[in-house]
């Protein structure tokens, strides 16, 4: 089983910094770049889990909840990783694609 608190940590500082930033710095395009993160994680879990299964797109539901959706969509990745056959190398690469989102969300912020 992958231990998968490396990307559940990265996704909760992101998460932090998307809860306290200003509405504007959220709608100057912050919140799309949240919301395009926990798409992404969304996605990765499906395919872990339903490989064959046509995808689901995660809504936007306003830039105050983009920080909530980003954490649920992480957390459904994390429990995919640890229940299906992923390997070490999903995870890590899950990590590096939420790192590098984080360095350009904190430039938004």
Do not use: C, K, N, Y
């Not at 992480?74 to 429990?79: K, M, P, V």
């Not at 995870?91 to 590098?100: D, M, P």
């Amino acid at each position: 089983m992958l231990d998968t608190t490396p990307l559940t940590t990265a996704v909760e500082r992101i998460a932090d910094r998307l809860r306290a930033a200003p509405q504007s710095r959220l709608q100057r395009g912050a919140a799309a770049e949240g919301l395009a993160l926990a798409r992404e994680l969304a996605l990765r879990a499906q395919r872990l889990e339903t490989p064959d299964g046509e995808p689901r797109i995660m809504p936007e539901t306003g830039v105050f909840a983009v920080a909530d959706q980003l954490v649920v969509a992480a957390t459904d990745l994390a429990e995919s990783l640890r229940t299906t056959a992923a390997s070490p190398e999903d995870l890590g690469e899950a990590v590096g694609f939420v790192e590098e989102a984080g360095v350009r969300l904190r430039a938004m912020l």
